[in-house]
């Protein structure tokens, strides 16, 4: 389970990092033919997935230390 949600965390967070990144470009690399405003309908999608990919992310990290304490307390 940790690691399942490690993996999509990671995952996700290069997902909405590249889509947040490429929005946030759009105007500049395009001499002003996109508008901002255009532009924002890729930027807040990427940076709502870019923030829960990177919550996941510390949560599957979270449960593998907790498991691993768990264990290695169980076998001593």
């Given amino acids: 389970m ?3 949600a490690l993996i999509l965390g990671i995952l996700g967070i290069l997902l909405g990092g590249a889509i947040f990144v490429i929005s946030l ?3 500049v690399i395009t001499d002003g033919r996109t508008s901002w405003d255009e532009a924002m309908i890729g930027i807040i999608p990427g940076a709502l997935i870019l923030s ?4 996941l992310a510390i949560a599957g990290v979270i449960v ?3 498991r691993r304490k768990k264990a290695v307390t169980s076998s001593q």
Avoid: E, H, Y
């Fill in 52 to 55: 829960f990919s990177f919550l």
């Fill in 25 to 27: 470009l759009l105007p």
């Fill in 64 to 66: 593998i230390l907790i």
């Fill in 2 to 4: 940790g690691k399942v």
